[in-house]
């Protein structure tokens, strides 16, 4: 099946009341892990690539490899750019092939956050792509960036409300105490804050930083009107983990293709897991 965008799939997570799992991926392995784990359930699934990632590998290397792994695909398949961090970034990612972009302006000023989220939706829309951006602060380290930030961690559902006609996107990221990469404590979030927020924002709300969070935490804020979650450190841990499980077992391995098989069935396991307590699984 070829690439679609995020825009229909987060209409239909909307209107049906489950989440489309967002996962991000570092390699082919993980891609192939994460488009395995969706077909098995049968679940549409949005793959995605930070700033930082595509430094590691550009756009066009990514695009490729999720579009050959989408096509051998029977459910529907997204490439997202995951916390763009500048219109150039979007632009390079839009002319890759991605199928949806994130502009990432919520560490700058309000009306400076409307106004690069906007230039991005006009660039976006004009090649029939959607855009997410974000408002409020998602706490801790994404890629080379931490915040600490407490003041202005929460989205003001009024300036969400606000933020979202003014600037055309597709989908907003919210701020209601989540953090990037693990907890260290057990995270409180603001789940009355997002049913506020739902109120008053029509369109599809995205949570960050779900890695590490309950079950129970994650089935709450879909019921209140989470359309997408995004799971990143979690990926990275389970198919790291089983790399360095593979290596200690047999220390004079030197055929990638062997620990990294062993990577990439530890990521199929823990996307399904994820995909479960979204509830997008048989959604497809």
């Known amino acids: ?165 003014r600037t055309g996107i597709n989908s907003l990221a919210v701020g209601i105490g989540t953090s990037h990469g693990f907890y260290k404590g057990t995270p409180v979030l603001d789940v009355n804050r997002l049913s506020e927020i739902r109120k008053v924002v029509d369109i599809p709300l995205v949570l960050h930083g779900a890695s590490g969070l309950t079950d129970e935490q994650v089935r709450s804020c879909v019921e209140r009107g989470i359309c997408k979650v995004n799971f990143a450190t979690e990926l990275r841990k389970a198919y790291s983990d089983a790399v360095k499980a593979y290596m200690q077992k047999d220390p004079d391995v030197f055929d990638p293709k062997k620990y990294q098989a062993e990577g990439r069935l530890a990521v199929i396991e823990q996307v399904k897991y994820r995909m479960k307590v979204c509830g997008a699984d048989g959604k497809a």
């Open 1 to 165: 099946m070829a690439l679609v965008t995020s825009e229909e799939m987060l209409l239909d997570a909307q209107k049906r009341h489950y989440a489309v799992g967002a996962f991000n991926a570092e390699n082919m392995e993980m891609v192939q892990a994460i488009v395995k784990a969706a077909d098995e359930l049968r679940a549409p699934v949005m793959i995605q690539t930070t700033g930082g990632t595509l430094k590691y590998a550009d756009p066009l290397m990514f695009f490729h490899m999720v579009s050959a792994a989408a096509a051998e695909a029977s459910v529907p398949v997204c490439l997202h750019l995951d916390h763009g961090p500048s219109f150039e970034m979007a632009v390079k990612c839009v002319r890759a092939g991605y199928t949806s972009v994130m502009i990432d302006g919520s560490k700058l000023p309000f009306e400076d956050n409307i106004a690069i989220s906007k230039k991005v939706v006009e660039m976006a829309h004009a090649a029939g792509v959607p855009v997410e951006a974000e408002l409020g602060k998602v706490g801790g380290k994404e890629d080379d960036t931490v915040s600490n930030d407490k003041k202005d961690i929460y989205t003001d559902p009024q300036e969400a409300k606000e933020f979202a006609e």
